[in-house]
Protein backbone atom coordinates (compact mmCIF):
# COMPACT_ATOMS: atom_id res chain seq x y z
CA UNK A 1 0.00 0.00 0.00
CA UNK A 2 2.67 2.20 0.78
CA UNK A 3 4.04 1.71 -2.60
CA UNK A 4 0.34 3.16 -3.81
CA UNK A 5 0.87 5.95 -1.88
CA UNK A 6 4.16 6.84 -3.07
CA UNK A 7 3.03 6.60 -6.44
CA UNK A 8 -0.20 8.70 -6.02
CA UNK A 9 1.82 11.51 -4.94
CA UNK A 10 4.17 11.53 -7.45
CA UNK A 11 0.97 11.53 -9.69
CA UNK A 12 -0.70 14.68 -7.92
CA UNK A 13 3.20 16.12 -7.78
CA UNK A 14 2.57 16.39 -11.37
CA UNK A 15 -1.00 17.60 -11.68
CA UNK A 16 -1.00 20.56 -9.08
CA UNK A 17 0.77 23.66 -8.71
CA UNK A 18 4.23 23.73 -6.90
CA UNK A 19 2.62 25.80 -4.46
CA UNK A 20 -0.85 23.21 -3.95
CA UNK A 21 1.14 20.38 -3.95
CA UNK A 22 3.77 22.05 -1.34
CA UNK A 23 0.97 23.38 0.97
CA UNK A 24 -1.05 20.37 1.16
CA UNK A 25 -0.07 16.91 -0.19
CA UNK A 26 3.58 17.17 0.80
CA UNK A 27 2.79 17.49 4.32
CA UNK A 28 0.98 14.42 4.58
CA UNK A 29 2.27 11.25 6.54
CA UNK A 30 0.98 7.51 5.75
CA UNK A 31 0.53 6.16 9.31
CA UNK A 32 -0.99 3.68 8.15
CA UNK A 33 -3.24 0.94 5.86
CA UNK A 34 -5.47 -2.21 6.51
CA UNK A 35 -6.20 -2.49 2.91
CA UNK A 36 -9.74 -1.17 2.73
CA UNK A 37 -8.87 2.46 4.83
CA UNK A 38 -5.85 4.44 4.54
CA UNK A 39 -5.01 6.19 7.62
CA UNK A 40 -2.79 9.58 6.98
CA UNK A 41 -1.13 12.19 9.51
CA UNK A 42 -1.43 15.74 8.90
CA UNK A 43 -0.46 18.52 10.81
CA UNK A 44 -4.26 19.75 12.28
CA UNK A 45 -7.94 19.74 10.95
CA UNK A 46 -7.92 22.17 8.60
CA UNK A 47 -5.85 19.70 6.39
CA UNK A 48 -8.81 17.13 6.91
CA UNK A 49 -11.50 19.14 5.50
CA UNK A 50 -9.13 20.98 2.77
CA UNK A 51 -8.27 17.60 1.65
CA UNK A 52 -11.60 16.18 1.57
CA UNK A 53 -12.76 19.16 -0.51
CA UNK A 54 -10.05 19.71 -2.86
CA UNK A 55 -8.16 16.80 -3.12
CA UNK A 56 -9.53 13.75 -2.13
CA UNK A 57 -11.57 12.77 -5.45
CA UNK A 58 -8.12 13.28 -7.50
CA UNK A 59 -5.62 11.34 -4.66
CA UNK A 60 -8.55 7.99 -4.53
CA UNK A 61 -8.76 8.27 -8.51
CA UNK A 62 -4.62 7.75 -8.22
CA UNK A 63 -4.58 5.21 -5.71
CA UNK A 64 -7.03 3.39 -7.37
CA UNK A 65 -4.73 3.26 -10.61
CA UNK A 66 -2.18 2.26 -8.82
CA UNK A 67 -3.97 -0.97 -7.42
CA UNK A 68 -5.59 0.17 -4.39
CA UNK A 69 -9.53 -1.36 -3.80
CA UNK A 70 -11.85 0.83 -5.09
CA UNK A 71 -14.00 1.09 -2.12
CA UNK A 72 -10.71 2.34 0.00
CA UNK A 73 -11.75 4.82 2.61
CA UNK A 74 -9.12 7.68 4.01
CA UNK A 75 -8.95 8.38 7.40
CA UNK A 76 -6.64 11.69 8.86
CA UNK A 77 -5.65 11.61 12.47
CA UNK A 78 -3.93 14.77 13.27
CA UNK A 79 -0.91 14.63 14.56
CA UNK A 80 0.41 17.79 15.68
CA UNK A 81 4.38 17.25 15.93
CA UNK A 82 3.91 17.35 11.96
CA UNK A 83 3.27 21.32 12.75
CA UNK A 84 5.36 21.76 15.14
CA UNK A 85 7.81 20.09 14.15
CA UNK A 86 9.62 20.98 10.68
CA UNK A 87 8.04 18.12 8.31
CA UNK A 88 11.68 17.26 6.18
CA UNK A 89 15.48 17.65 7.50
CA UNK A 90 18.36 16.74 5.45
CA UNK A 91 18.15 13.26 6.31
CA UNK A 92 14.19 13.30 5.70
CA UNK A 93 14.12 10.92 8.87
CA UNK A 94 10.49 11.96 10.50
CA UNK A 95 10.78 9.13 12.90
CA UNK A 96 10.48 11.49 15.13
CA UNK A 97 6.88 11.72 14.48
CA UNK A 98 5.64 8.63 14.66
CA UNK A 99 6.51 8.03 17.97
CA UNK A 100 3.51 10.18 19.04
CA UNK A 101 1.34 8.07 21.22
CA UNK A 102 -1.92 7.13 19.53
CA UNK A 103 -3.36 8.60 22.59
CA UNK A 104 -2.14 12.42 21.72
CA UNK A 105 -4.41 12.24 18.04
CA UNK A 106 -7.35 13.28 17.46
CA UNK A 107 -8.85 11.06 14.33
CA UNK A 108 -10.90 12.05 11.49
CA UNK A 109 -12.80 10.14 9.03
CA UNK A 110 -12.88 11.16 5.19
CA UNK A 111 -17.04 10.97 5.63
CA UNK A 112 -16.17 13.62 7.76
CA UNK A 113 -18.36 12.60 10.96
CA UNK A 114 -15.88 11.25 12.69
CA UNK A 115 -17.39 7.94 13.25
CA UNK A 116 -14.52 5.83 11.11
CA UNK A 117 -13.04 3.47 13.48
CA UNK A 118 -11.67 1.28 11.61
CA UNK A 119 -7.97 2.22 11.96
CA UNK A 120 -7.78 3.68 15.17
CA UNK A 121 -4.97 1.51 17.06
CA UNK A 122 -3.07 4.45 16.20
CA UNK A 123 -0.21 1.79 15.52
CA UNK A 124 2.58 3.36 13.25
CA UNK A 125 4.05 0.96 11.23
CA UNK A 126 8.16 1.14 10.90
CA UNK A 127 7.61 1.30 7.42
CA UNK A 128 5.42 5.04 7.75
CA UNK A 129 9.01 6.50 8.62
CA UNK A 130 10.34 5.41 5.25
CA UNK A 131 7.43 6.57 3.27
CA UNK A 132 7.92 9.70 4.63
CA UNK A 133 11.17 10.15 3.79
CA UNK A 134 10.34 8.93 0.63
CA UNK A 135 7.67 11.81 -0.29
CA UNK A 136 8.78 13.30 -3.68
CA UNK A 137 9.84 16.43 -1.79
CA UNK A 138 11.37 19.42 -4.19
CA UNK A 139 14.72 18.00 -4.76
CA UNK A 140 18.37 18.95 -3.81
CA UNK A 141 18.58 22.43 -3.88
CA UNK A 142 15.72 22.58 -1.40
CA UNK A 143 18.52 21.69 0.50
CA UNK A 144 20.04 24.69 1.62
CA UNK A 145 21.91 25.65 4.26
CA UNK A 146 20.21 23.33 7.76
CA UNK A 147 18.13 22.07 4.70
CA UNK A 148 14.73 22.75 6.83
CA UNK A 149 11.55 23.14 5.36
CA UNK A 150 9.11 23.63 8.08
CA UNK A 151 5.39 22.79 8.30
CA UNK A 152 5.26 26.74 8.24
CA UNK A 153 5.00 26.60 4.55
CA UNK A 154 8.71 28.67 4.33
CA UNK A 155 10.31 27.91 1.75
CA UNK A 156 13.81 26.45 2.23
CA UNK A 157 15.91 27.85 -0.20
CA UNK A 158 14.90 31.75 0.84
CA UNK A 159 17.22 32.92 3.82
CA UNK A 160 19.30 35.78 4.39
CA UNK A 161 22.03 33.53 4.04
CA UNK A 162 20.73 33.53 0.17
CA UNK A 163 19.95 37.16 -0.14
CA UNK A 164 22.78 39.41 -2.02
CA UNK A 165 22.12 42.92 -0.26
CA UNK A 166 22.75 45.92 -2.25
CA UNK A 167 21.55 50.15 -2.41
CA UNK A 168 18.34 48.61 -3.56
CA UNK A 169 16.79 46.76 -1.35
CA UNK A 170 19.43 47.65 1.81
CA UNK A 171 16.53 49.07 3.53
CA UNK A 172 14.52 46.34 3.45
CA UNK A 173 17.21 43.88 4.03
CA UNK A 174 17.83 45.62 7.10
CA UNK A 175 14.40 45.73 8.39
CA UNK A 176 13.52 42.70 7.81
CA UNK A 177 16.66 41.38 10.17
CA UNK A 178 15.81 43.98 12.71
CA UNK A 179 12.06 42.48 12.66
CA UNK A 180 13.48 38.57 12.56
CA UNK A 181 15.84 39.53 15.67
CA UNK A 182 13.00 41.12 17.68
CA UNK A 183 9.54 40.47 16.52
CA UNK A 184 6.91 42.46 17.49
CA UNK A 185 8.52 45.30 18.50
CA UNK A 186 9.76 48.03 16.56
CA UNK A 187 9.29 46.89 12.99
CA UNK A 188 5.42 46.13 13.52
CA UNK A 189 3.97 45.91 11.22
CA UNK A 190 6.76 45.59 8.37
CA UNK A 191 5.45 46.25 4.92
CA UNK A 192 7.41 45.16 2.09
CA UNK A 193 6.57 46.85 -1.28
CA UNK A 194 8.04 46.51 -4.66
CA UNK A 195 8.05 45.08 -8.26
CA UNK A 196 7.65 41.06 -9.61
CA UNK A 197 10.66 39.01 -8.95
CA UNK A 198 12.52 41.57 -6.60
CA UNK A 199 12.89 39.40 -3.96
CA UNK A 200 9.71 40.08 -1.64
CA UNK A 201 8.84 36.63 -0.81
CA UNK A 202 12.85 35.72 -0.64
CA UNK A 203 13.01 38.38 2.21
CA UNK A 204 9.32 37.44 3.55
CA UNK A 205 10.46 33.76 4.21
CA UNK A 206 13.60 34.57 5.40
CA UNK A 207 12.66 36.42 8.61
CA UNK A 208 9.96 33.30 9.53
CA UNK A 209 13.87 30.69 9.08
CA UNK A 210 15.52 33.51 11.11
CA UNK A 211 12.87 33.81 13.97
CA UNK A 212 12.25 29.65 13.91
CA UNK A 213 16.62 29.87 14.46
CA UNK A 214 16.39 31.75 17.47
CA UNK A 215 13.25 30.42 18.88
CA UNK A 216 12.46 26.87 17.18
CA UNK A 217 9.27 26.95 19.66
CA UNK A 218 8.09 29.95 17.51
CA UNK A 219 4.30 29.96 15.85
CA UNK A 220 5.56 31.09 12.35
CA UNK A 221 2.66 31.08 8.99
CA UNK A 222 3.57 32.03 5.30
CA UNK A 223 0.09 32.31 3.75
CA UNK A 224 -0.27 34.73 0.24
CA UNK A 225 -3.09 36.79 0.17
CA UNK A 226 -4.36 34.79 -2.41
CA UNK A 227 -4.50 30.85 -0.21
CA UNK A 228 -5.83 33.31 3.11
CA UNK A 229 -8.50 34.37 1.14
CA UNK A 230 -9.50 30.99 -0.31
CA UNK A 231 -9.01 29.42 2.96
CA UNK A 232 -11.20 32.23 4.34
CA UNK A 233 -13.81 31.78 1.99
CA UNK A 234 -13.33 28.04 2.49
CA UNK A 235 -14.20 28.17 6.07
CA UNK A 236 -17.45 30.06 6.09
CA UNK A 237 -18.94 27.73 3.79
CA UNK A 238 -18.05 25.07 5.59
CA UNK A 239 -18.95 26.13 9.13
CA UNK A 240 -15.00 26.00 10.07
CA UNK A 241 -14.48 29.79 10.86
CA UNK A 242 -13.62 29.25 14.11
CA UNK A 243 -10.69 27.13 13.22
CA UNK A 244 -9.65 29.73 11.06
CA UNK A 245 -9.59 32.72 13.11
CA UNK A 246 -8.25 30.48 15.78
CA UNK A 247 -5.25 29.45 13.57
CA UNK A 248 -4.24 33.13 12.56
CA UNK A 249 -5.46 34.92 15.80
CA UNK A 250 -4.54 32.64 18.75
CA UNK A 251 -1.89 30.58 17.33
CA UNK A 252 0.46 32.20 15.23
CA UNK A 253 3.61 34.53 16.30
CA UNK A 254 4.96 35.46 13.58
CA UNK A 255 1.94 36.60 10.74
CA UNK A 256 3.73 36.25 7.19
CA UNK A 257 1.34 37.32 4.78
CA UNK A 258 2.26 37.54 0.77
CA UNK A 259 1.24 39.62 -2.21
CA UNK A 260 -1.53 41.81 -0.06
CA UNK A 261 -2.61 43.61 -3.43
CA UNK A 262 -4.74 40.25 -4.15
CA UNK A 263 -7.33 41.68 -1.62
CA UNK A 264 -8.22 44.85 -3.21
CA UNK A 265 -11.89 44.92 -3.74
CA UNK A 266 -12.42 41.75 -1.33
CA UNK A 267 -14.10 43.59 0.99
CA UNK A 268 -14.89 41.07 3.34
CA UNK A 269 -11.59 39.07 3.12
CA UNK A 270 -10.09 42.42 3.77
CA UNK A 271 -12.23 42.97 7.07
CA UNK A 272 -11.38 39.60 8.23
CA UNK A 273 -7.74 40.70 7.86
CA UNK A 274 -8.21 43.85 9.86
CA UNK A 275 -9.87 42.16 12.69
CA UNK A 276 -6.69 39.42 12.12
CA UNK A 277 -4.09 41.81 12.13
CA UNK A 278 -5.76 44.05 15.41
CA UNK A 279 -5.72 40.95 17.31
CA UNK A 280 -1.91 40.36 16.57
CA UNK A 281 -0.81 43.50 16.83
CA UNK A 282 -2.28 44.08 20.02
CA UNK A 283 -0.49 40.92 21.29
CA UNK A 284 2.79 42.17 19.85
CA UNK A 285 2.63 39.38 17.78
CA UNK A 286 5.08 40.29 14.13
CA UNK A 287 3.08 41.06 11.41
CA UNK A 288 4.69 41.44 7.80
CA UNK A 289 2.92 41.85 4.94
CA UNK A 290 4.71 42.50 1.22
CA UNK A 291 2.94 44.15 -1.78
CA UNK A 292 3.60 45.19 -5.32
CA UNK A 293 2.42 48.64 -4.58
CA UNK A 294 2.97 51.62 -1.60
CA UNK A 295 0.39 50.97 0.81
CA UNK A 296 -1.77 54.07 -0.52
CA UNK A 297 -1.70 52.86 -4.05
CA UNK A 298 -2.94 49.64 -3.42
CA UNK A 299 -6.54 49.97 -5.50
CA UNK A 300 -9.52 49.24 -3.75
CA UNK A 301 -8.07 48.63 -0.27
CA UNK A 302 -9.61 49.81 3.35
CA UNK A 303 -8.57 53.07 4.51
CA UNK A 304 -7.78 51.68 7.95
CA UNK A 305 -5.86 48.50 6.65
CA UNK A 306 -3.84 51.28 4.78
CA UNK A 307 -3.27 53.41 7.63
CA UNK A 308 -2.32 50.38 9.80
CA UNK A 309 -0.07 49.14 7.15
CA UNK A 310 1.98 52.40 7.86
CA UNK A 311 2.00 51.90 11.89
CA UNK A 312 5.14 49.90 11.30
CA UNK A 313 7.70 50.14 8.72
CA UNK A 314 7.42 50.57 5.19
CA UNK A 315 10.30 49.83 2.91
CA UNK A 316 10.77 49.56 -0.81
CA UNK A 317 12.51 47.51 -3.05
CA UNK A 318 14.28 48.23 -6.38
CA UNK A 319 15.19 46.76 -9.23
CA UNK A 320 18.65 45.78 -8.32
CA UNK A 321 21.53 47.79 -9.74
CA UNK A 322 24.61 45.99 -11.84
CA UNK A 323 26.89 45.37 -9.02
CA UNK A 324 23.71 44.03 -6.93
CA UNK A 325 22.81 41.73 -10.02
CA UNK A 326 26.04 40.78 -10.80
CA UNK A 327 26.43 39.32 -7.15
CA UNK A 328 23.57 37.68 -7.44
CA UNK A 329 23.90 36.16 -10.73
CA UNK A 330 27.12 34.73 -8.71
CA UNK A 331 25.38 33.68 -5.80
CA UNK A 332 23.41 31.63 -7.83
CA UNK A 333 25.70 29.58 -9.41
CA UNK A 334 27.59 29.07 -6.22
CA UNK A 335 24.13 27.91 -4.47
CA UNK A 336 22.92 25.70 -7.45
CA UNK A 337 26.76 24.61 -8.17
CA UNK A 338 27.00 26.10 -11.54
CA UNK A 339 30.44 26.93 -12.59
CA UNK A 340 30.44 30.41 -14.35
CA UNK A 341 33.57 33.14 -14.14
CA UNK A 342 33.47 36.29 -14.02
CA UNK A 343 32.71 37.88 -17.50
CA UNK A 344 29.59 35.54 -17.94
CA UNK A 345 28.18 36.87 -14.97
CA UNK A 346 28.89 40.49 -15.89
CA UNK A 347 27.02 39.74 -19.39
CA UNK A 348 24.65 37.42 -17.74
CA UNK A 349 23.76 40.61 -15.67
CA UNK A 350 24.01 42.95 -18.14
CA UNK A 351 21.38 41.45 -20.45
CA UNK A 352 19.06 40.74 -18.20
CA UNK A 353 17.77 43.64 -16.32
CA UNK A 354 14.24 43.76 -15.67
CA UNK A 355 14.00 41.37 -12.39
CA UNK A 356 16.12 38.63 -10.30
CA UNK A 357 13.43 35.88 -11.03
CA UNK A 358 14.31 36.39 -14.86
CA UNK A 359 18.24 36.75 -14.24
CA UNK A 360 17.97 33.67 -12.01
CA UNK A 361 16.09 31.29 -15.12
CA UNK A 362 18.22 32.80 -17.26
CA UNK A 363 21.48 31.07 -15.63
CA UNK A 364 19.43 27.86 -15.03
CA UNK A 365 18.98 27.85 -19.12
CA UNK A 366 22.48 28.50 -20.19
CA UNK A 367 23.38 25.62 -17.21
CA UNK A 368 20.88 23.41 -19.10
CA UNK A 369 21.97 24.12 -22.73
CA UNK A 370 25.63 23.34 -21.30
CA UNK A 371 24.74 20.32 -19.61
CA UNK A 372 23.24 18.95 -23.16
CA UNK A 373 26.16 20.24 -25.07
CA UNK A 374 28.57 18.94 -22.41
CA UNK A 375 30.19 22.20 -23.01
CA UNK A 376 31.54 24.58 -19.93
CA UNK A 377 29.97 28.06 -19.70
CA UNK A 378 32.53 30.16 -21.26
CA UNK A 379 31.69 33.61 -22.46
CA UNK A 380 31.14 32.69 -26.12
CA UNK A 381 29.02 29.65 -24.73
CA UNK A 382 27.13 32.61 -22.98
CA UNK A 383 27.30 34.98 -25.85
CA UNK A 384 25.45 32.58 -28.07
CA UNK A 385 23.36 31.39 -26.15
CA UNK A 386 21.73 35.17 -24.83
CA UNK A 387 21.34 36.03 -28.19
CA UNK A 388 18.08 34.59 -28.36
CA UNK A 389 17.53 36.01 -24.97
CA UNK A 390 17.48 39.42 -26.14
CA UNK A 391 13.98 41.11 -27.03
CA UNK A 392 13.15 42.10 -30.30
CA UNK A 393 13.97 45.23 -30.95
CA UNK A 394 11.91 47.97 -30.92
CA UNK A 395 8.83 46.55 -28.57
CA UNK A 396 7.60 50.11 -28.48
CA UNK A 397 4.92 50.55 -25.77
CA UNK A 398 1.45 51.70 -27.52
CA UNK A 399 -0.56 54.42 -25.54
CA UNK A 400 -2.94 51.90 -25.48
CA UNK A 401 -0.68 49.82 -23.63
CA UNK A 402 0.25 52.40 -21.21
CA UNK A 403 -3.38 53.37 -20.34
CA UNK A 404 -4.29 49.23 -19.48
CA UNK A 405 -0.95 49.65 -16.92
CA UNK A 406 -2.06 52.62 -15.40
CA UNK A 407 -6.05 50.70 -15.23
CA UNK A 408 -4.70 47.87 -13.19
CA UNK A 409 -1.72 49.51 -11.21
CA UNK A 410 -4.59 51.80 -9.93
CA UNK A 411 -7.84 49.21 -9.97
CA UNK A 412 -9.98 50.89 -12.31
CA UNK A 413 -11.59 50.40 -15.47
CA UNK A 414 -10.75 51.52 -19.01
CA UNK A 415 -14.06 53.47 -19.70
CA UNK A 416 -13.18 55.52 -16.33
CA UNK A 417 -9.89 56.24 -17.54
CA UNK A 418 -11.38 57.75 -20.93
CA UNK A 419 -14.21 59.17 -18.99
CA UNK A 420 -15.00 62.67 -17.91
CA UNK A 421 -15.38 61.88 -14.28
CA UNK A 422 -13.45 64.03 -12.39
CA UNK A 423 -13.17 62.44 -9.08
CA UNK A 424 -9.36 62.06 -7.79
CA UNK A 425 -9.67 58.28 -8.25
CA UNK A 426 -10.21 58.79 -11.52
CA UNK A 427 -8.86 62.12 -12.93
CA UNK A 428 -5.40 60.97 -10.77
CA UNK A 429 -4.52 57.77 -13.04
CA UNK A 430 -5.75 59.62 -15.84
CA UNK A 431 -2.93 62.18 -15.61
CA UNK A 432 -0.51 59.57 -14.72
CA UNK A 433 -1.33 57.93 -18.25
CA UNK A 434 -1.45 60.76 -19.93
CA UNK A 435 1.72 61.99 -19.00
CA UNK A 436 3.13 58.97 -19.44
CA UNK A 437 2.39 58.43 -22.74
CA UNK A 438 3.45 61.78 -23.74
CA UNK A 439 6.82 61.16 -21.98
CA UNK A 440 7.73 57.74 -23.42
CA UNK A 441 6.41 58.31 -26.83
CA UNK A 442 6.04 61.72 -27.40
CA UNK A 443 2.45 61.70 -29.30
CA UNK A 444 1.01 65.15 -29.74
CA UNK A 445 -1.19 66.14 -27.23
CA UNK A 446 -4.12 66.37 -29.45
CA UNK A 447 -3.64 63.10 -30.28
CA UNK A 448 -3.38 61.83 -26.55
CA UNK A 449 -6.65 64.29 -25.70
CA UNK A 450 -8.26 61.74 -28.62
CA UNK A 451 -7.03 58.66 -27.20
CA UNK A 452 -8.44 59.73 -23.84
CA UNK A 453 -11.94 59.70 -24.99
CA UNK A 454 -12.14 63.28 -26.49
CA UNK A 455 -10.33 65.28 -24.30
CA UNK A 456 -9.05 69.05 -25.31
CA UNK A 457 -5.33 69.13 -25.98
CA UNK A 458 -4.87 71.52 -23.11
CA UNK A 459 -6.38 69.44 -20.74
CA UNK A 460 -3.87 66.66 -21.47
CA UNK A 461 -1.24 69.13 -21.85
CA UNK A 462 -2.04 70.64 -18.22
CA UNK A 463 -2.32 66.72 -16.68
CA UNK A 464 1.48 66.63 -17.77
CA UNK A 465 2.53 69.69 -16.76
CA UNK A 466 0.86 68.85 -12.98
CA UNK A 467 2.35 65.59 -13.24
CA UNK A 468 5.62 67.41 -13.56
CA UNK A 469 5.16 69.59 -11.20
CA UNK A 470 4.68 66.67 -8.55
CA UNK A 471 7.69 65.19 -9.43
CA UNK A 472 10.11 67.87 -9.34
CA UNK A 473 8.62 68.57 -5.71
CA UNK A 474 9.78 65.23 -5.17
CA UNK A 475 6.56 63.74 -4.71
CA UNK A 476 7.93 60.44 -3.53
CA UNK A 477 3.98 58.50 -3.93
CA UNK A 478 3.84 59.66 -6.96
CA UNK A 479 7.49 58.75 -8.25
CA UNK A 480 7.03 55.38 -7.05
CA UNK A 481 3.58 55.14 -8.41
CA UNK A 482 5.18 55.98 -11.88
CA UNK A 483 8.52 53.30 -11.46
CA UNK A 484 5.85 50.68 -10.37
CA UNK A 485 3.77 51.28 -14.38
CA UNK A 486 7.10 51.73 -15.53
CA UNK A 487 8.51 48.33 -14.63
CA UNK A 488 4.85 46.15 -15.49
CA UNK A 489 5.30 47.60 -18.93
CA UNK A 490 8.72 46.44 -19.28
CA UNK A 491 7.35 43.17 -18.38
CA UNK A 492 5.37 43.75 -21.22
P1 LIG B 1 8.93 38.79 -5.50
O1 LIG B 1 8.25 38.09 -4.36
O2 LIG B 1 9.32 40.18 -5.17
O3 LIG B 1 8.16 38.69 -6.78
P2 LIG B 1 10.90 36.72 -5.15
O4 LIG B 1 11.21 36.90 -3.70
O5 LIG B 1 10.03 35.58 -5.51
O6 LIG B 1 10.30 38.06 -5.76
O7 LIG B 1 12.27 36.64 -5.94
C1 LIG B 1 12.38 36.07 -7.23
C2 LIG B 1 13.63 35.25 -7.30
O8 LIG B 1 14.74 36.09 -7.24
C3 LIG B 1 13.77 34.29 -6.14
O9 LIG B 1 14.31 33.09 -6.60
C4 LIG B 1 14.72 34.98 -5.20
O10 LIG B 1 15.49 34.05 -4.47
C5 LIG B 1 15.57 35.77 -6.14
N1 LIG B 1 16.06 37.02 -5.54
C6 LIG B 1 15.45 38.22 -5.53
N2 LIG B 1 16.20 39.14 -4.92
C7 LIG B 1 17.32 38.51 -4.52
C8 LIG B 1 18.50 38.93 -3.83
N3 LIG B 1 18.68 40.19 -3.43
N4 LIG B 1 19.44 38.00 -3.59
C9 LIG B 1 19.30 36.73 -3.99
N5 LIG B 1 18.22 36.28 -4.65
C10 LIG B 1 17.24 37.15 -4.92
MG1 LIG C 1 6.44 37.10 -4.36
Request: hydrophobic share 35%; proline share 4%.
Amino acid sequence: MIDHWEAALIDLRAQLSAENYDTWLAPLRYDHCDGKTLRLRIPNRFYADWIRTHYLDLLLESLRTHGAVDELDVTFVVDPSLADQEATNTTRNTAANSSKPASERREESADNDGANSSARDGSVEPAAQRISGMAPRPSSSSQAPGGHRPATNLNPKYRFESFVVGPSNQLAHAAAAAAASSPGTRYNPLFFYGGVGLGKTHLVNAIGHRVLQDRPDARILYVSAERFTNEFIWSLQNHRINDFRDRYRNNCDVLLMDDIQFLASREQTQEEFFHTFNALYHSDRQIVVSSDAYPQQIGRMEERLVSRFQWGMVADIQAPELDTRIAIVRKKAELEGIEIDAEVAQLLAQTVKSNVRELEGTLLQLAVKADLQKRPIDLQFARDALQAHRPAPNQLTTVEEIQRAVCEYFNIRMSDLKSHRRHRSVSHPRMVAMYLARQRLQTSYGELGERFGGKDHTTVMSAVRKIEGRIDSDDRELIDSLEAIERKLSRG
